[in-house]
């Protein structure tokens, strides 16, 4: 299974970006697909998560301005990043939950990470 990520890169802040992530490979099922990020000195947070049935959740800091959806080709989250601060300045990793067609459960497999720089 690979993640592979995009859209990463430098803007001002107010400004928007858009990542992209999409999951390939011997993939039975996706339970979730989302994104986390990391900081220096923080802990990986969670910032948007989207399930198979379209249920999203939202890290508090993010509502209102990040949109997180499935797009086409298949098994492709995008997360939408509008009116960006500072503050967002991180990492930004991609998460999938899924089962491989070689495994009777699921489990958690992720990006390569991909750097979101605000400057103010």
């Known amino acids: 299974v690979q993640l592979v990520e995009s859209g990463g890169g430098l803007v001002q802040a107010g400004g928007s970006l858009r990542l992209s992530c999409t999951a390939s490979?011997?993939?039975?099922?996706?339970?979730?697909m989302g994104w986390y990020r990391r900081t220096p000195g923080k802990q990986l947070e969670l910032v948007a998560t989207i399930t198979s049935a379209g249920r999203t959740n939202y890290a508090d800091s993010v509502k209102g301005r990040f949109t997180i959806y499935r797009d086409s080709p298949e098994n492709t989250v995008i997360l939408q990043m509008n009116s960006l601060k500072p503050e967002d300045t991180a990492v930004y990793y991609c998460?999938?939950?899924?089962?491989?067609?070689?495994?009777?459960?699921?489990?958690?497999?992720w990006g390569q990470g991909t750097q979101v720089t605000v400057s103010s």
């Open positions: 998460n999938a939950r899924l089962r491989t067609y070689d495994s009777y459960w699921h489990k958690d497999y």
């Open positions: 490979g011997s993939i039975y099922s996706i339970n979730s």
